[in-house]
């Protein structure tokens, strides 16, 4: 959460009056935070921690409304995912990781690419959270702010 509002305050900061969104994202396992791997042992190591279990997916929101003032300018949420990884073999991991190549994702995955595979089941109240950007959480923040997106 804190990331994800520094973000967009910072950002907020040189444009006079905007609506800025910041987010940010991790996941976790078993309580413990699964950082971005780097390379391809390290995504290999998270996978096979991974496999058959269930990761958390914290994604963090924050739209800062530079109209208002500094106190009152953020709204922020954390959209909470739970993703059960599937039992694969390290070949089919190993395969995946050579392929897509997602080592500044936590968790080794991208589910927008070929990492869906990897997924058996997605539990949120926000499904597009898993991405990065929760635009369900987002649509009600800038309603929240004034934007309205249908006409009357």
């Not at 929101?61 to 300018?73: F, I, M, N, Q």
């Amino acid at each position: 959460m804190r990331l994800a509002c520094e973000k967009a305050r910072v950002v907020a900061a040189g444009q006079g009056g905007a609506l800025v969104i910041g987010s940010d994202q991790v996941a976790t396992l078993d309580g413990v935070q699964i950082g971005k791997p780097g390379n391809h042992a390290a995504a290999l190591q998270q996978l096979q921690r991974m496999r058959g279990r269930i990761v958390t997916f914290h994604t963090a929101l924050c739209v800062w409304d530079g109209r208002r003032p500094p106190a009152e300018a953020a709204q922020c949420t954390n959209v909470r995912t739970l993703v059960a990884f599937r039992d694969l073999p390290d070949s089919e991991l190993d395969a995946y990781l050579r392929i897509e190549q997602p080592y500044d994702c936590a968790g080794s995955a991208k589910n927008e690419g070929l990492g869906i595979a990897l997924l058996e089941r997605i539990e949120s109240s926000d499904p597009t959270a898993l991405t990065g950007l929760p635009l369900i959480a987002l649509t009600t923040m800038l309603r929240n702010a004034g934007v309205r997106f249908f006409e009357d």
